[in-house]
């Protein structure tokens, strides 16, 4: 299984961005998945989290701000993103918890997508 995390950049506070995580491989069902982030200096924090039945969540400072969501038929988890404020620059992660064809489960991690919020 591959993941390709993509959508970080560079945006002004107030902005908005929608990162993307695409999972491919030998995959039967993806269950929970998440994003999560670090930022320089800091421990990786858990942002938004979504299980396979559809409950999510968020971390306090990002409620109401961040919005996780996935599409089942394309493998993929995005991350809407609003109000950005500088302190979410970070590199994001996305993490899916994957079942593939042996019924055997699996954490994946994508390789980070990097979020800079500044004027």
């Known amino acids: 299984v591959q993941l390709q995390a993509s959508g970080g950049g560079l945006v002004q506070p107030g902005g908005s961005l929608r990162l993307s995580c695409a999972a491919s491989?030998?995959?039967?069902?993806?269950?929970?998945v998440g994003w999560h982030r670090q930022a320089p200096g800091k421990q990786r924090e858990l942002v938004a989290q979504?299980?396979?039945?559809?409950?999510?969540v968020y971390a306090g400072s990002v409620k109401g701000r961040f919005t996780i969501s996935r599409d089942s038929a394309k493998n993929t988890v995005y991350l809407q993103m609003n109000s950005l404020k500088a302190e979410d620059t970070a590199l994001y992660y996305c993490?899916?918890?994957?079942?593939?064809?042996?019924?055997?489960?699996?954490?994946?991690w994508g390789q980070g997508t990097l979020v800079t919020v500044s004027s």
């Open positions: 993490n899916l918890n994957i079942r593939d064809y042996s019924y055997m489960d699996f954490s994946y």
């Open positions: 979504l299980s396979g039945g559809g409950s999510t």
């Open positions: 491989g030998n995959i039967l069902r993806i269950n929970t």
